[in-house]
DNA sequence: AGCACA
């Protein structure tokens, strides 16, 4: 309960965000840094006078949202910690998947916060449907809350890389990752052929690389296990 | 601070 009374729920909400940033960029950059937790169904922000420096980002699971939700608390995204909670209503994007989707009318506010109450309050505990078929099957485990369980490294500006055929060169693997901004050096361990760490500037930057090259595959048998490494 | 779905 330390993000407030909010039930949890497949969509975070997200404030203090910086408002300086376009939507788009914005929107990019939050598909990015959290679709490290899992699934990324939308990402909704609006500029409104009443909404700019907030956003949504909804899951296909709560899971998900409960690690991002714990581990990027905070996380100095644009120069502003980040405050997540749970979001507190069911997105549109949610109730489409699971078909409960209606389309609002005009009506008031509070009667559709109503209706929406009471769809949620029907609807039983969502099946996760064995389709994960994003990109590569990502690093994204379901954790246990609480347990012993394997938690994910909180972000770092160091990525740890693993499954590398051990034909791989520090040059191969400048090439992958230079193209991203803040980009600084790979670092290969000859000690143990097969892995590598790479640094950026910040961890905003290795997240974004980390997203977009996770899963790549060097080889047909080789898909990089891309992760923080551990601080 | 601010909970929407252009």
Redesign the pocket.
Known sequence: MLS?D?PP?Q?I?I???N?KIKKEELKRSLYCLFSQYGRIL?V?A?K???????A?V?FSEVTAASNAVRQMQNFPFYDKPM?I?????????I?KEEGSFVP?EKKK?QE??AD?KRREDTQQSSVPNGTHGASNGGPTASFRQGSSAQEASPPNNILFIENLPHETTGRMLEMLFEQYPGFKEVRLIEAKPGIAFVDFEDEVQSSMAMQALHGFKITPQNAMIITFAKK
């Open positions: 407030g909010i729920n969509t909400y404030k203090n965000l408002e939308d909704v609006l409104t006078p009443k909404l700019r420096g907030q949504w909804c405050r909670q749970y979001a507190k209503t069911k997105s549109d994007c109730a609002r506010k559709e916060k929406r």
